[in-house]
Nanobody
């Protein structure tokens, strides 16, 4: 059974930073492509960042380029999303997605709130 567990969300002021973590168990982590999405209530879930299996290719949504960084640690079975210069519009539930071919698994999400 594959489990995807996010952590690291919280309350931060505009301009602040947070790092989200995503731990995967039940599958060979190094064989998974990892990505982060976010969702605001009433809106569709949107891609924030993606990272290839080998970690050599990244994809970022335009609205986070230069501010967010996705990375992975295959020893710790963990993907990260480093977020800096956070804006109020970054507030959302952030979800981690693990993908293997056509199969994928979601985490339960972690709330990020950006407010002064």
């Amino acid at each position: 059974q594959v489990q995807v567990v996010e952590s690291g969300g919280g309350l931060v002021q505009p301009g602040g930073s947070l790092t989200l973590s995503c731990v995967v168990s039940g599958f060979t982590f190094r064989d998974l492509a990892m990505s982060w999405f976010r969702q605001v209530s009433g809106k569709d879930r949107e891609l924030v960042a993606g990272l290839s299996i080998r970690g050599d290719r990244t994809t970022y949504a335009d609205f986070v380029k230069g501010r967010f960084t996705i990375s992975r640690d295959n020893v710790k079975n963990t993907a990260y999303l480093q977020m800096s210069n956070l804006k109020p519009e970054d507030a959302a539930v952030y979800y981690c997605k693990a993908t293997w071919g056509t199969e994928y698994w979601w985490g339960q999400g972690t709330q990020v709130t950006v407010t002064s």
